[in-house]
């Protein structure tokens, strides 16, 4: 377990896709979902027929709710397809529905939020409902609106400001109700 998690951590992978076996050893890979720095998703195994056994559970469903228990042990959330049972094929279908998924963690876990509100700088409140953003790894941090007209009055005249104007502009398109908010916004500062 240890040597996959440094191949894959060699070859730059940024997600996981754990896919259990009949009678998989589930407490070792679950200890890789755990370990690895990324989205990670837990699918089993179908048996490809039943005919060799005494009933119809060939499959690797039991090893999936050992997983899905050692997961919980360990405190980490795996994504797990509502039914995440598979021939080869229908796990590969299973795989293109993370992709998106795996983007979206991964983007959220770089994700850093300023915001401004009526507390000191880096004050986080016990009555703002960020728990599940810090689970997911992303950084928050408070600032008061004096902290925000300091940040302002100090960026006035810097030499990004035109390229960064013209930035907004372009993805703004014609979507900008405001024109002119952009071009004006570092001379505002004489409002105050």
């Known amino acids: 377990m240890l040597k996959a998690l440094q191949e894959a951590k060699d ?3 940024n997600s996981l896709v754990i896919y259990l076996g009949n009678f998989g050893p589930e407490g070792p890979l679950t200890q890789m979902a755990q370990r690895f720095d990324g989205p990670v998703m837990f ?7 039943t005919a060799c056994l005494s009933n119809d559970r060939g499959d ?27 021939t080869p094929e229908e796990v590969a279908v299973m795989i293109g529905d ?3 998924v795996a983007r979206t963690i991964l983007g959220l876990k770089g994700l850093k939020i300023f915001s401004f509100g009526p507390r000191p700088h ?3 409140a016990c009555n703002a409902p960020i728990k599940a953003l810090f689970d997911l790894g992303v950084e928050v941090m408070e600032n008061s609106e004096l902290d925000l007209l300091d940040l302002f009055q100090q960026a006035e005249g810097h030499q990004d400001i035109p390229g960064i104007v013209a ?3 372009r993805e703004l398109g014609d979507n900008n109700p405001y024109p002119d908010l952009l071009l004006n916004w570092h001379n505002m500062k004489s409002h105050y």
């Open 11 to 13: 070859k730059s992978i």
């Open 43 to 49: 699918v089993s195994a179908a048996e490809e027929s």
């Open 60 to 86: 690797a469903y039991c090893g999936m709710l050992n997983a899905s228990y050692s997961a919980n042990l360990r405190n980490i959330r795996p994504h797990i397809p509502q039914y995440p049972v598979g």
């Open 98 to 100: 993370f992709v998106p």
């Open 122 to 124: 880096d004050f986080v």
């Open 167 to 169: 930035e907004m502009e």
